[in-house]
C-alpha cells in the first residue's frame, strides 16, 4: 500500500515506510523522521521550474513527469521497495492536489498492476 503524506505532518506508527521524494530537503524537517530519500525520483529542476506550481498546468506537468518517470532506472529499486513493504508513504512538500508524489503513486502502482 502507498500512502501519500505532507513531509509536515506529524509521523505516525501507520506511515511504514516514510520516503521524501521531493528534490531539495524540507525546512525545519529532521532526518530522524524520514527513513529514506529519493530525490533523483523527483522531477527534474526544469519541469519544476516550468510548473511552477501552476494548477493549470497540472495535466502537462503529469504528461512529462510520468516521461521523466519511464526513463529512470530509480523507478525499479522503489518498486522493489514497495513491493517488499506492506506500508510506504511517500512525503511532499506543498500542495496536497498537485505534487509528484500523486503522480509517482499513481505511476508505482500502474506498474504494480501490470505486473499482476
Known amino acids: 500500500m502507498i500512502k ?33 530519500w529519493l530525490r533523483d525520483l523527483a522531477p527534474s529542476e526544469e519541469l519544476i521550474t516550468w510548473y511552477n506550481y501552476e494548477p493549470q498546468k497540472w495535466e502537462e506537468f503529469k504528461r512529462r513527469y510520468l516521461e521523466e518517470l519511464r526513463y529512470n532506472p530509480k523507478v525499479k529499486p522503489l518498486l522493489m521497495i514497495v513491493k517488499m513493504t506492506k506500508i510506504v508513504t511517500f512525503l511532499y512538500s506543498g500542495d496536497p492536489t498537485y505534487n509528484n508524489a500523486v503522480v509517482l503513486k499513481e505511476y508505482i502502482e500502474s506498474l504494480i498492476n501490470k505486473e499482476s
Do not use: F, H, Q
Open 4 to 36: 501519500i503524506k505532507n513531509v509536515y505532518d506529524k509521523p505516525e506508527i501507520n506511515d511504514g515506510i516514510r520516503i521524501l521524494v521531493e528534490r531539495t530537503w524540507p525546512a525545519s524537517v529532521t532526518r530522524g523522521s524520514i527513513d529514506m
